[in-house]
């Protein structure tokens, strides 16, 4: 068996602009291929990104290297495999479960939803990514963590140096210098809150972890809530510009959501379309065999599930936004033990509280000039701009 | 081959041909049966495949693990003595003819 074909002409610019076009000629000529811009072998088709994902003893969340480690300054449950990420996992999901969010945190959600959209301006044009999509998402996280004192432009800072710290692959002191910075900041606030959360628990996931019965250490409590911050703004903010976009410019479609309410399938749709977590990697520990080519121990491949949400063989016409799709089987939210711990309340906030409400304010919302729309990112993406004017 | 049933809530039955060593989840997934969501593929992650063992099949069943006891606490509708996560019930020959009732929602 040979090894996958080796592409050198791919650029990460060309990826983080504008990465389909790519991918569906990958999908359809190289769905294994190693691309030397990335450093990994990239997958594209879902049932190879999904069969990774599901088999993490052969493909290993484990990353001895990752600059995760800096960036965070510990070792994160994202970077553990088996017992070791299950009891990290399990010590904050408590406070992520349907169950917890709708009978404990929804009139909470919806009172910060109304107050965020309450305040934006009748009949001007506003960019609704900076203006609500980021503060609103970094709000409500701030609440469900345990950590309503750190302001919105705090978390927001915060999320991106982690993000920027954790993708320092160049391992430019001077990134990880800032995260330094950051990590400070967050350990002392999370250390002046501490007491409080420990003896008056609020449900929040500090309280949760900080009072189980068998608590993981503090080290990794700091952690699990600085990969929450990390990994809990960008994706409900790009997928709510991602979905306002897609409806604003499918005005057919936004009228039949409305009609028949259906904002939760508007919110998978969106985040199938453009994933806001497009690709993760995985080390392989054996060798092995995908889709025909031999994958040796030690390399590190990447599963692109942006382009595994578009596969020719699991949807009609991926590439465009249609709400109404019989099936909707897209892996945005990952599957496997690291399937995504924030799924539900990302569900419940953006698709049944924050949707609904900001058409309702807002019906004749319109987007007129969608060129203007700037869409980046390979690791992560979304519009980074989204002029709506507001009516 | 094994047959595993599934009661919607609307009282309608589907009738499943399970592979030995399947779960009743990965059964469902693999028919795209409505109600039945699995979206962490299998590994206690998610609470999306939960279902109501019946009476009849509750002692064959066997009992909830207490990881999954915990996970199911998550779960999107009410909690009762019957309820599993469907991918932690394997079948084998002696499930033959299982039936399980499906929840209102898993999100």
């Given amino acids: 068996?040979?090894?996958?074909?080796?592409?050198?002409?791919?650029?990460?610019?060309?990826?983080?602009?504008?990465?389909?076009?790519?991918?569906?000629?990958?999908?359809?000529?190289?769905?294994?291929?190693?691309?030397?811009?990335?450093?990994?072998?990239?997958?594209?088709?879902?049932?190879?990104?999904?069969?990774?994902k599901d088999n993490p003893d052969l493909f290993s969340s484990d990353d001895p290297q990752t600059p995760m480690r800096p960036a965070f300054r510990a070792h994160t449950l994202m970077r553990k495999d088996g017992a070791a990420h299950f009891v990290e996992r399990k010590a904050i999901s408590k406070a992520l479960t349907p169950k917890m969010i709708k009978s404990d945190w929804a009139p909470l959600y919806e009172k910060l939803a109304e107050e965020y959209v309450g305040r934006l301006p009748r009949g001007e044009t506003v960019d609704l990514f900076s203006a609500l999509c980021g503060p609103l998402a970094a709000r409500i996280l701030a609440h469900i963590l345990g950590i309503p004192e750190a302001s919105d432009a705090q978390m927001q800072r915060w999320s991106q140096v982690l993000i920027d710290g954790a993708g320092n692959f160049g391992w430019k002191p001077e990134l990880f210098a800032i995260s330094d910075a950051a990590n400070d900041e967050m350990d002392a606030l999370f250390s002046e809150l501490e007491e409080r959360r420990r003896t008056e628990p609020d449900g929040s996931a500090y309280s949760a972890m900080l009072t189980a019965p068998d608590p993981i250490p503090m080290s990794q409590i700091h952690a699990n809530i600085k990969i929450a911050i990390g990994g809990g703004i960008n994706e409900p903010r790009d997928a709510l510009a991602t979905i306002v976009y897609g409806l604003l410019t499918n005005p057919d479609q936004l009228a039949e959501v409305r009609a028949q309410e259906a904002w939760d399938r508007a919110f998978e749709e969106g985040i199938r379309w453009?994933?806001?977590?497009?690709?993760?990697?995985?080390?392989?520990?054996?060798?092995?065999?995908?889709?025909?080519?031999?994958?040796?121990k030690g390399d590190t491949v990447m599963t692109v599930q942006a382009s595994a949400n578009r596969d020719e063989d699991l949807y009609e016409d991926g590439e465009s936004f249609f709400v109404f799709r019989d099936k909707n089987p897209h892996q945005a939210f990952g599957n496997g033990p690291h399937h995504c711990a924030g799924a539900h309340v990302a569900r419940r906030t953006v698709g049944k509280i924050i949707l609904p409400l900001l058409f309702d304010r807002f019906p004749d919302m319109r987007l007129p000039d969608p060129q203007a729309v700037i869409w980046k990112g390979f690791g992560f993406r979304g519009p980074i701009t989204l002029p709506v004017v507001l009516a | 081959m094994i047959k595993v049933t599934y009661v919607a809530p609307d009282g309608t039955a589907t009738t499943l041909e399970a592979e030995p060593g399947s779960s009743v989840m990965q059964t469902a997934v693999a028919n795209d049966l409505d109600g039945i969501v699995g979206e962490c593929g299998g590994a206690m992650m998610c609470a999306t495949c939960h279902c109501y063992v019946d009476p009849a099949w509750q002692d064959r069943t066997g009992a909830r693990s207490?990881?999954?006891?915990?996970?199911?606490?998550?779960?999107?509708?009410?909690?009762?003595?019957a309820s599993r996560l469907s991918c932690q019930i394997r079948l084998d020959p002696a499930l033959d003819g299982l039936v399980v009732h499906l929840p209102e929602e898993q999100h």
């Fill in chain 1, 274 to 296: 453009v994933a806001p977590i497009q690709v993760s990697s995985r080390r392989v520990t054996e060798d092995t065999e995908l889709g025909g080519f031999e994958i040796p």
């Fill in chain 2, 66 to 81: 207490s990881d999954e006891e915990e996970m199911l606490e998550g779960a999107a509708t009410e909690v009762t003595e």
């Fill in chain 1, 1 to 52: 068996m040979a090894l996958a074909p080796l592409d050198t002409e791919i650029t990460l610019d060309q990826l983080s602009s504008d990465p389909y076009p790519i991918y569906r000629r990958l999908r359809a000529e190289s769905p294994v291929l190693r691309v030397a811009a990335t450093g990994r072998t990239l997958l594209t088709k879902a049932a190879l990104t999904k069969a990774v």
